[in-house]
């Protein structure tokens, strides 16, 4: 049988996202780390620049981005229990939640990760030396690795709003989110119901390969929230598992959604509403200033994945974070969902949107849309 390709890394959380829906969905792949000497040598200037995940099609053809690749794969794996419910209601949220899952969980994954030290250290330290370095480097060479890609990621971290200043608003506001989302889990296998969909796609890829592998937050998940602790077994087990739950892989009426997920969407529209919203009225201001420079590209930089840093208020602190049009891409999915749904749909979720204080997810857009062309995020 002809496998794909899967070209990640275990520490990544994108990967995760990609890896998770290849095993659910029973699709036959290898995975290649990035230290190969074929991905700088052929995949990365194929995709245009070093990222990960891509998967690479047994036709010769390479998918860059999770949404992408959850995307193309499902048309041809997903016949019978695709990650996109059938229900407009269901797919609208499914994507609200993959947006705030990739995106809205980044600061407990990076900060859990980056901040625990003497906890973590000995095992992200072999983590990205290994999957970094070329298999068989001199410990010197892995040691440099390291200290190389630990400091773009503790950059990274502040640019995501992980700073001493934040370390306790964002253990607190993690601990409220691991409350909520084990209630849900308590009669819920996944977070539509009886199968994973897209939401929950975009909610492994930070609680499985940061927050459920390094060691400090792994015991906090442990010990704080058993039940995320099995969602994260499903989530990355092609047999089902029917323990804690009755067997039936329906999802939720989308008549009638499930108070403990109607409580997951209003922690999204305290924790990550204000977010999205100030990056989007930065994004406005930012492509007003620029008329005739946007076509095809991605922020100053062609390849660069931020356009820049916008301040707001999160938990009553202000707080500065990296704009980036990636999400908006994630957004538009949001809408692009209700604009298609029914007008009985569309009701509906005006209804649970208006509950949950997540009315303006769908009135804030960008001037520019964002597509992906050539496995690049571009204004349009
Ligand atoms: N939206 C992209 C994001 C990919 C991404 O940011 N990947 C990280 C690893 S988790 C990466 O490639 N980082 C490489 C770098 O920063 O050099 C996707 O889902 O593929």
Redesign the pocket.
């Known amino acids: 049988m002809k496998h794909y390709i899967l070209w990640g ?1 275990p520490a ?4 995760a ?1 990609a890896r998770s829906y290849l095993i659910k969905r029973g699709v036959p792949f290898v995975e290649y780390g990035v230290n190969h000497p074929e991905f700088s040598e052929r995949v990365a200037p194929a995709v245009g620049r ?4 891509v998967v690479e099609c047994p036709d010769g053809r390479l998918i ?4 992408n690749i959850i995307d193309e794969l499902d048309v041809e794996f997903g016949k019978e229990a695709s990650a996109f419910p059938e229900s407009g209601v269901l797919k609208a949220i499914a994507y609200l939640l993959e947006l705030f899952g ?1 995106e809205g969980l980044l600061r407990p994954a990076m900060h859990y990760r980056w901040n625990f030290d003497d906890e973590n250290m000995a095992f992200i330290r072999n983590e990205f030396s290994s999957a970094l370095a070329p298999v068989g480097a001199s410990d010197e060479e892995r040691g440099a690795t390291f200290d190389f890609s630990s400091g ?1 990621m503790r950059k ?1 971290a502040v640019s995501f709003g992980v700073t001493p200043e934040t370390f306790a608003l964002v253990e607190q506001s993690y601990q409220e989110f691991l409350a909520l989302f084990s209630a849900h889990l308590r009669w819920h296998p996944f977070l539509l119901g009886g199968q994973a969909t897209i939401a929950d796609y975009g909610f492994i890829g930070p609680l499985f ?1 940061h927050l459920n592998r390094d060691p400090a937050p792994l015991r906090l998940m442990h010990q704080q929230a058993p039940a995320v602790g099995r969602w994260v077994e499903r989530m990355n087990s092609r047999e089902e598992k029917w323990v804690e739950h009755r067997h039936d892989p329906n999802l939720v009426s989308p008549d009638e959604l499930p108070a403990t997920l109607t409580a997951l969407l209003r922690y999204i529209a305290e924790e990550y509403l204000p977010e999205i919203r100030a990056h989007v009225h930065f994004a406005n201001e930012w492509i007003a200033s620029r008329p005739g420079v946007l076509e095809g590209a991605n922020g100053g930089s062609f390849k660069g ?1 931020a356009i820049g840093m916008c301040a707001f208020s999160w938990r009553d602190t202000t707080i500065e974070t990296a704009v980036m049009p ?1 999400r908006f891409f994630l957004l538009q999915r949001v809408q692009d969902a209700y604009a298609a749904a029914t007008t009985t749909e569309q009701a509906q979720l005006d209804s649970v949107l208006a509950d949950a204080g997540l009315s303006e997810i769908l009135s804030l857009t960008t001037t520019h849309k964002v597509a992906r062309v050539n496995h690049l995020e571009v204004w349009v």
Do not use: N
């Open positions: 890394m990544s959380l994108y990967t996202k070093f990222i990960l995940p860059q981005d999770g949404a990739g773009r990274a390969a994945r990636y």
